[in-house]
């Protein structure tokens, strides 16, 4: 089992940036392809970003390709969202989770995730 840990929320303004940091403990870091999902009041879970085990792949949500990064430091057991040219919209809990998939390519979608922190908040002010 894995236990993860998001921080790095927080109020910024539109155009701001911040970065989110998800640490891992317990079982091998570098076994799980990571994500990161986002759950705004009223709406679904969605989709932000994901990237594989070794950190060679990954992939965004069209709503933050260009804005988004995603990465991550196995020797640190942390994966990041770099988070740049915010908008209201984004405005949300965010969420990263662990799939102990092999795939190269790295699961989007939330039910093929074994793992999930508890979330930090971003609010984005206009």
């Known amino acids: 089992q894995v236990q993860l840990v998001e921080s790095g929320g927080g109020l910024v303004q539109a155009g701001g940036s911040l970065r989110l940091s998800c640490a891992a403990s317990?079982?091998?870091?570098?076994?799980?392809?990571m994500g990161w999902f986002r759950q705004a009041p009223g709406k679904e879970r969605e989709f932000v970003a994901t990237?594989?085990?070794?950190?060679?792949?990954?992939r965004n949500a069209d709503s933050v390709k260009g804005r988004f990064t995603i990465s991550r430091d196995n020797a640190k057991n942390t994966v990041y969202l770099q988070m740049n040219s915010l908008k209201p919209e984004d405005t949300a809990v965010y969420y990263c989770?662990?799939?102990?998939?092999?795939?190269?390519?790295?699961?989007?979608?939330?039910?093929?995730?074994?793992?999930w922190g508890q979330g930090t908040q971003v609010t984005v002010s206009s």
């Open positions: 990237i594989n085990r070794s950190g060679l792949s990954a």
């Open positions: 317990g079982r091998t870091f570098s076994s799980y392809a």
């Open positions: 989770a662990a799939d102990q998939t092999t795939s190269w390519i790295p699961p989007s979608r939330p039910s093929e995730y074994d793992y």
